[in-house]
């Protein structure tokens, strides 16, 4: 019998004691900063020459550790071995999958503050970022076990004369999760344990961003009995591992979450049958946004600049779902992008070590793109702030910047930019303000901030987002009370967190005996 579930909840970092234990968390890691994680194929750590070296975006000649990387022939090996593993798994209750995949969870809340300090150093986050992510996390395993629980249950049939009928779901097999770097506990554990709760079998690729995170997530599994082969780690390049498991005939589905032009690649290879192959591959692609978060002129302005400010510039707007666009009636612009401003402007850079609300960028060459996006507005729009990297102990810092009087067809207002940069767009009404921003091809969250009651009914209808946001910051939804996915080039709306997640992962078979 498991525990009712509840969100996990966050830490108060001004409370003393809670610091000091962070403190004391990131002390522990630094310690183990330089090791190395494995392969790991059907429960055999297997180390190879080639690796990937992950590097602390703040201080990039600080080593965070170094993961092995596989070539194709450990893509074969470890498609066996999910394969091999998936026989006894899938044949295991429901009840035994879901108490191994809570007590997962479990593990990874007794040591929350070092899950989240492997953040601070690996992916730039600061301490409540990363506590969130980490909370996320153990969201996701509570909540998949509960989810499991609940379709093992038969599915409702109607009656009929003469015969007894039944319909049950039951897994399809073993799959392939690719994960992203910028939620790399949370996202890459989400992936991974909802298909394995409802019985498949995976081969889990990281983000080579982050490695030694997802590392420490295999080391929990295996602390929590998890059998071998249910779930392989396999880090490596994504044109050559990322590339051979989708292409692989015996990958029954692929779980991926990143970028529009990488969603659509895999999208395509995935849907691609190769000889040997024996079925469709099921594909989810969760992926970009441009997120619109918009100010009328009913609503209280300086609380719509702090969580317009939150959702912009938290975690260096390194989130798919944040806010990248303010949509403000002309109005109340002036008002609004002052306040805006001068609550950005209080923003101190530096390293997540150390607390800062803005650390650095992911990596060089995300800085480097970001920055030359930066430089290319400036031709199109007025810069307002920031718009420059900051050099901090060789860190990938860039300042929170903001556009304003940018027009909703320019390259800012469309493309994502993985970034802190925020652009301003003046309309006159709120059907103006709809119609920009449904006018991308993304939908994947979206917000208003209004005390009109009518134009937040019509918002609700209107505004075609996956995940809408009244009254409040447009970024961290929660598991099992939000379900998170987008509509249109934002992905297949999956709805991660949701009810009918783990249904993605399995097929119903109906069964009729005449009586």
């Known amino acids: 019998m498991l525990p009712p579930f509840v969100t996990e909840p966050y830490s108060d970092f001004t409370d003393a004691s809670a610091a000091s234990r962070y403190r004391t968390a990131l002390a522990t890691v630094e310690r183990e900063l330089g090791k190395e994680a494995p392969l790991v194929i059907g429960g055999d750590h297997v180390t190879t020459k080639a690796s990937i070296v992950s590097v602390d975006p703040s201080r990039p000649a600080t080593i965070v550790g170094k993961a092995s990387s596989a070539d194709r022939d450990h893509v074969d090996s470890a498609i066996d071995a999910a394969w091999g593993a998936f026989r006894d798994w899938s044949r295991r209750t429901a009840a035994e999958r879901a108490g191994m995949i809570h007590r997962v969870g479990d593990l990874i809340a007794e040591r929350s503050y070092e899950f989240a300090a492997w953040q601070t150093y690996e992916a730039g986050k600061n301490w409540a970022e990363a506590e969130a992510d980490v909370a996320e996390a153990i969201d996701f395993c509570r909540y998949y076990a509960h989810q499991a629980l609940r379709l093992a249950e038969p599915v409702p049939v109607e009656a009929h004369p003469g015969e007894t009928n039944e319909s049950w779901l039951q897994p399809i097999g073993a799959g392939v999760v690719i994960p992203p770097w910028n939620f790399p506990l949370a996202i890459l554990v989400g992936m991974t344990v909802g298909p394995v709760a409802a019985g498949n079998t995976v081969v889990l690729k990281p983000a080579s961003n982050t490695p030694l995170v997802g590392w420490g997530f295999m080391q929990v599994l295996a602390e929590a009995g998890m059998p071998d082969g249910v779930v392989n780690y396999l880090p ?11 292409d692989h005939p015996m990958t ?52 719509a600049a702090v969580d317009v400010v939150r959702s912009a510039f938290g975690f260096q707007g390194q989130k798919c779902s944040a806010c990248s666009r303010l949509i403000v009636f002309a109005s109340v612009h002036d008002r609004l992008v002052d306040n805006v401003v001068s609550v950005a402007s209080q923003l101190s850079v530096g390293r997540p070590v150390d607390n ?25 729009a007025p810069l307002v702030m920031g718009g420059r990297a900051i050099e901090n102990d060789g860190g990938y810092y860039i300042e929170p910047t903001i556009f304003d009087g940018v027009e909703p067809s320019a390259r800012l207002a469309q493309h994502e930019i993985f970034g802190p940069v925020l652009s301003v767009i ?68 999956a709805k991660a967190g949701g009810p009918d997640y783990l249904r993605l992962f399995m097929e119903m078979k109906s069964i009729t005996r005449r009586i």
């Open 252 to 303: 029954r589905f692929v779980n991926f979450t990143g970028s529009k032009e990488v969603g659509l690649r895999i999208a395509e290879r995935s849907a691609q049958v190769t000889e040997g192959q024996r079925w469709l591959k099921r594909s989810y692609m969760e992926m970009g946004g441009k997120d619109a978060l918009i100010v009328d002129d009913t609503c209280d302005l300086e609380a």
């Open 426 to 493: 003046t309309v006159a009404d709120f059907d103006e303000a709809l119609d920009v921003a449904n006018g991308t091809e993304f939908g994947l969250t979206g917000g208003l901030y209004s005390n009109d009651e009518q134009r937040l009914e019509r918002a609700k209808r209107e505004f075609h987002v996956g995940n809408l946001y009244l009254n409040r910051k447009i970024t961290g939804a929660l598991v099992g009370v939000q379900p998170f996915g987008g509509f249109n080039m934002s992905g297949s709306n």
């Open 236 to 246: 490596g390049a994504g044109s050559v591992v990322g590339d051979a498991l989708v």
């Open 356 to 380: 800062h609300p803005i650390g650095p960028v992911i990596s060089a060459s995300q800085r480097a793109s970001i920055l030359a996006e930066i430089e290319s507005g400036k031709d199109h």
